[in-house]
């Protein structure tokens, strides 16, 4: 057995043992927007995951969790480097990471003053110049339109699942994570998994998550995971 398919102690999540959880969740109706997210530190920052509560801030080295729900890879292409202060929307995006759905003539966003203000138009992800490694506006070997996962996830102590988008530069652990559970006979959403940060060197450094099993959910746990999950995407909907 590989050492990320190997048990550690079990721990305990709320959501799936408190009777009153799938309840109380039903009543707030929480779409994915409203949930809290789970940043992916800078590599100039700790190495912690940043955990809200009633009581404030507290740091996770390591993070226990339950996945609810994985989106499919999806892309977002901004014309102005995001460390140049562009925090609005994606100038194109796709929710699939299929077809993108926006505009890509850098020169017109720069001219423009508003998004709105932009023409609007779909385009082939696999066929558009910004989804190719090299293209990055700023140099490099990456890729100007940028792809990520979402994943919905409980975490112990919380009724709430968090947010946490998996960016370009952990999607092949992810992926080889969840190959190494099809390996073991496991499925994702039926396991904890632990998430670990690892910094690597670049210009400037960075965070990747690294995903290793705890262990099997109980036939409760999976069973009220399933209850919750249901509740979450009825809310989704509905927005």
Known sequence: MTKELSTTDAQSFLSLTDPEAAAMIAEVQPTPSDLQKLVVPSGTGGAAFVIESLEGERFEKNLDVVVAYESPIERSFYATDIDEGDGGPPHCSSSDGRVGHGCRDVDEIHKSDSIDDLWNSEQECAACAFSQFGSALGG?????????????????????????????????????????????????????????????????????????????????ETGRLAELSKILADAARTA
Do not use: H, W
């Open 140 to 220: 490099g070997k990456g890729q100007a339109c940028k792809q990520r996962v979402r994943l919905v996830i409980f975490n112990g102590d919380a009724l709430l699942p968090m947010v946490l988008q998996i960016p370009a530069a952990t999607l092949k652990s992810f992926k080889q994570y969840k190959m190494r559970l099809v390996n073991g006979r496991k499925r994702l959403g039926r396991s904890v998994t632990r998430l670990s940060l690892l910094k690597n060197s670049g210009s400037p450094d960075y965070y990747t998550v690294e995903f290793s099993f705890v262990r099997d959910l109980t036939e409760d």
